[in-house]
């Protein structure tokens, strides 16, 4: 027994290559079935209790560029069903996820006013696919469409609108936003296996996932400049802390900026550095080099306004009182 749950989680990580929350589910289930074996009287001890669940890294998404995703939407304009275009175009400007995506019903599209409510994902697909809500409380939401989604959605409306026309009995509305090319609803493994992949391998583009749309979304609108609220409110994120945690990447201009001003506190000492190196001042430190009288108070330093402007009378007291000290030494019979 032992050796077959080995197995199972081995070969649930590995072998076929599943993220994280699919290999947690996968081990919480088996171990909620061989629990209740044990409440049954089945089995005398769960052996999975006895188990370390292997360790799975962490997915670092492929975020394709702008100009790639260019790429990818011009080649699915071209050969791709309006359906998918509008899919794809949705998925990349409003950041949905493939299943609240393929499990969107018509009636929460608002095109006048240019919103989208979210109100279910598609929880299966195939034959007799299943519906259900988002994961969380804040993935059911309102989000504004950009004018490219607007007019992708409208263009797949009046093509669902021709295909009932020339199919009749053959065309079965389901009731969706995005469907086949007989209404049905669309699976997410026919969209990849059938529609994205080979446009990747098509395009020559590097190979990235479905979900990566989404990562795409949320990386150009931070590092455009949007904050974390807004983006994590568009993606259906708990909290602007799970948006910061998951996409800080994303955050390059933020971070150009903070290193400009953190450049721009240490190099104000050149401004002090141009006052001090003036003719006038390039006397006085030659005077009290001669006199071995040090360095001047602060010289080098990162001045600020306020303690150059302070200083800077002190500074020309000196500059008298050191001239006439170099001119006695200099002259010593006047």
């Not at 360790?55 to 939407?73: A, F, I, N, T």
């Amino acid at each position: 027994m032992f050796d077959f749950i080995r197995l199972v989680l081995r070969g649930v990580a590995c072998e076929y290559s599943f993220g994280r929350d699919r290999v947690r589910r996968a081990t919480g289930l088996l171990h909620a079935a061989l629990e209740a074996g044990v409440r049954q009287g089945l089995i005398l001890r769960n052996p999975q209790a006895n188990t370390t669940p292997p360790k799975v890294g962490r997915y670092e998404p492929r975020v394709p560029s702008p100009d790639q995703m260019c790429r990818y939407l011009t080649d699915a304009r071209a050969t791709a069903t309006p359906a998918l275009f509008g899919l794809h175009v949705t998925a990349a400007t409003c950041g949905l996820r493939i299943g609240e995506l393929t499990g969107l019903p018509d009636g929460e599209v608002d095109l006048p006013r240019r919103l989208l409510r979210v109100r279910q994902t598609l929880l299966r697909g195939g034959r007799h696919p299943a519906h259900g809500q988002p994961k969380t409380d804040s993935g059911m939401r309102t989000i504004l469409l950009p004018d490219v989604a607007v007019d992708a959605i409208r263009a797949e409306i009046l093509w669902k609108k021709e295909q009932r026309l020339r199919l009749g009995p053959a065309y079965r509305d389901c009731g969706l936003l995005f469907v086949g090319e007989f209404g049905r609803p669309l699976n997410p493994s026919n969209i990849r296996n059938r529609d994205h992949l080979p446009r990747l391998t098509r395009l020559g583009l590097s190979r990235f996932r479905l979900h990566d749309f989404r990562h795409f979304h949320a990386t150009q609108l931070i590092a455009s400049g949007v904050d974390y609220r807004t983006v994590g409110d568009r993606l259906g994120h708990r909290s602007p802390s799970f948006t910061l945690s998951t996409y800080s990447h994303a955050a390059v201009p933020a971070q150009e900026h903070a290193a400009r001003v953190a450049n721009g506190l240490l190099t104000e000492s050149r401004v002090s550095s141009r006052w001090a190196t003036s003719t006038k001042h390039r006397k006085i430190w030659w005077a009290r080099e001669d006199l071995n009288l040090g360095p001047l108070p602060c010289q080098g330093s990162a001045l600020t306004p306020e303690l150059r402007a302070l200083h800077r009378k002190s500074y020309e007291r000196a500059s008298r009182c050191v001239k006439d000290v170099a001119r006695v030494v200099s002259h010593p019979s006047n």
